[in-house]
């Protein structure tokens, strides 16, 4: 036999789950809320919308984590480098992200990282 105290301090006692967890996401729904509505897309933002927008921003990142795994494993390499992460973007056969331009750092470039002290400078 409860009192209607004890119900209400059991409600007050309950665990408090974000919303990542309860979508099953790793990355966080609260931040994707807050940067949507901050970022002045439109007026209002749904409850929705930041759940899924994490949904799709976690699946792209481990396809590109994937891709840039094989690529560090074709070259015999242990870590991941921002290299690698380049050859998963140009070489995806999948085309998660079509007409996407990776920007071609000279430390990106194999051929052009050992001639860095020749370089004119502006």
Same mark, same amino acid.
């Given at each position: ?27 966080? &729904?609260?931040? &994707? ?6 970022? %002045? ?14 949904? @799709? ?18 070259? =015999?390499?242990?870590?991941? &480098?921002?290299? %690698?992460?380049?050859?998963? @973007? =140009? ?29 004119? &400078?502006?």
């Amino acid at each position: 036999w409860r009192s209607a105290g004890h119900i209400k301090a059991a409600r007050r006692m309950r665990r408090f789950f974000s919303r990542s967890s309860r979508a099953g996401l790793q990355f966080p &729904v609260g931040r &994707v809320h807050r940067l949507l509505r901050r970022g %002045h897309y439109a007026e209002r933002v749904g409850a929705g919308a930041p759940v899924y927008l994490a949904a @799709v921003l976690e699946y792209l990142t481990a396809e590109i984590l994937e891709l840039a795994g094989n690529a560090a494993r074709d070259n =015999r390499k242990t870590r991941i &480098v921002p290299r %690698h992460v380049q050859l998963a @973007v =140009r070489n995806d056969e999948d085309s998660l992200l079509p007409g996407s331009a990776v920007a071609g750092h000279p430390w990106l470039l194999p051929s052009l990282a050992g001639g860095m002290d020749n370089w004119p &400078v502006s």
